[in-house]
């Protein structure tokens, strides 16, 4: 059922012939609305790159990238390996228990069985000390992209920064000839 349906119409329909008949119309006027409070989502269209060309990536993003997504499954498998190893030193204090139960004189075996525990915890610790230094790793290398992405944006704007000032340069000469132009018709008038 619906989590906007409060109550099922078949409870409605019951509570209907139970009450008066001054409160039916309303209880009907309720389960019409609950059947037709029903909302579908739509999903959103979204529109797909169909140019190539608009994606800018060197071949060094790409690197970068996939030492990322390398660096990233490493420390997943790190990870999962130190909570494996987790609940092996998990499994091995609890069965070192159960061999101080069953038997006393075993108690030297129990011992080693929770020193392996204390070493397997200890090599889950190691697992997550290097799960996170190849975390920070992966880091690294997404600012590594986000660098060099921000490189090849700025060749772009440098581009037309060059281009502005070459411009700028052409209208100062255009400038300074027509005002060389206008001074010497001022002396030539001036001359007349």
């Known amino acids: 059922m619906a989590p906007y349906m409060k109550t ?5 329909k019951k509570s209907i012939e139970n009450k008066s008949k001054k409160e039916a119309p309303k209880l009907m006027k309720k389960m019409k609305s609950l ?3 029903k909302k579908k989502a739509t999903p959103k269209s979204q529109s797909p790159i169909l140019d190539s060309n608009r994606l800018v990536a060197s071949q060094g ?3 970068h990238l996939e030492n990322e997504l390398k660096l990233e499954i490493r420390s997943t498998e790190k990870r999962l390996s130190s909570k494996i190893n987790k609940i092996d030193a998990r499994f091995a204090s609890i069965d070192a228990r159960f061999n101080q139960m069953e038997a006393r004189f075993s108690d030297i075996d129990a011992r080693f069985n929770q020193m392996e525990a204390r070493f397997s915890d200890i090599d889950a ?3 997550i000390i290097e799960s996170k ?9 997404r600012m590594a992209v986000l660098m060099e992405e921000q490189n090849a944006r700025n060749r772009f704007v440098l581009e ?3 281009q502005l000032y070459k411009r700028q340069d052409r209208l100062e000469i255009e400038v300074e000839k027509r005002l060389k132009n206008i001074e010497d018709l001022i002396i030539k008038k001036k001359e007349l």
């Not at 230094?133 to 290398?141: G, R, S």
């Open 35 to 37: 059947k037709t409070s």
């Open 160 to 162: 037309g920064y060059d």
């Open 61 to 63: 993003m790409i690197f």
């Open 8 to 12: 099922k119409p078949k409870k409605i």
């Open 125 to 127: 610790r190691f697992n």
């Open 133 to 141: 230094l190849d975390k920070v790793l992966a880091e690294v290398h």
